[in-house]
């Protein structure tokens, strides 16, 4: 997982993502992808809505409404304006987990 999101090398082997096997094509390749490695990676003095719309607007997903869906999906929809320093380590993956389905 780390080799294809960019964060560790390969020492052997070929990598194709969506097609593409050139370094140009994964870069391209990893803008279309999330993953989460352990603990999730998320912004802790933003909303769990925060994070997603800001991971919306980088992937540049237009339907504004996805936010809202993903976060019923992964039950987070009435965290209101919690801030994800408090959430649990379980809400804090579900966060994950939704930040990869956007």
């Known amino acids: 997982m780390k080799i294809m999101g960019g964060l560790a090398f ?8 969506y097609g593409a096997s050139d370094e140009k094509g ?3 390749a990893r803008t279309r992808m999330s993953f989460m490695i ?4 998320e912004k802790d003095k933003m909303t769990a809505y925060e994070n997603l719309e800001k991971q919306r607007l980088q992937k540049g997903i237009p339907d504004k409404n996805r936010v809202n ?4 999906i992964v039950n ?5 304006k919690k801030i994800v320093k408090n959430f649990s380590l379980g809400m804090k993956q579900r966060l994950g987990l939704a930040n990869a389905l956007i």
Do not use: F
């Not at 352990?38 to 990676?41: F, G, V």
């Not at 987070?76 to 209101?80: A, D, E, M």
């Open 10 to 17: 390969p020492t052997g082997g070929k990598l194709e993502m």
């Open 76 to 80: 987070l929809q009435n965290t209101g």
């Open 69 to 72: 869906e993903v976060l019923e």
């Open 38 to 41: 352990e603990t999730p990676y």
């Open 26 to 28: 994964l870069n391209h």
